[in-house]
Nanobody
């Protein structure tokens, strides 16, 4: 199981760090990622990290968001800086081995 937390209300330009904690070892996951879904929009990929450490980001968050993982804590993080109102969404963590796993979402609201 995956559990995401760390969302909240932040002003434009602010920062948040999301965490995704796994109930077991994350070292077995081939890919871990963060998705988001804004109201009225489709879920989209925000950032992904493969087991070798290669990362990929949506163009809209490049240079602002950073995905990282701590295998010892079985946790994946999403550091979000310079937040914009358009980053407002429910954020979900996702992981895959042979199967896919979704965490419950955490709401991020960027507003003044």
């Amino acid at each position: 199981q995956l559990q995401a937390f760390g969302g909240g209300l932040v002003q434009p330009g602010g920062s948040l760090r999301l965490s995704c904690a796994a109930s077991g070892s994350i070292s077995s996951f081939n890919v871990m990622a963060w998705y988001r879904q804004a109201p009225g929009k489709q879920r989209e990929l925000v950032a992904a990290m493969v087991s070798g450490g290669v990362t990929n980001y949506a163009d809209s968050v490049k240079g602002r968001f950073t995905i990282s993982r701590d295998n010892a804590k079985n946790t994946v993080y999403l550091q979000m800086n310079s937040l914009k109102p358009e980053d407002t969404a429910v954020y979900y963590c996702w992981a895959t081995t042979v199967d896919e796993y979704w965490g419950h979402g955490t709401l991020v609201t960027v507003s003044s």
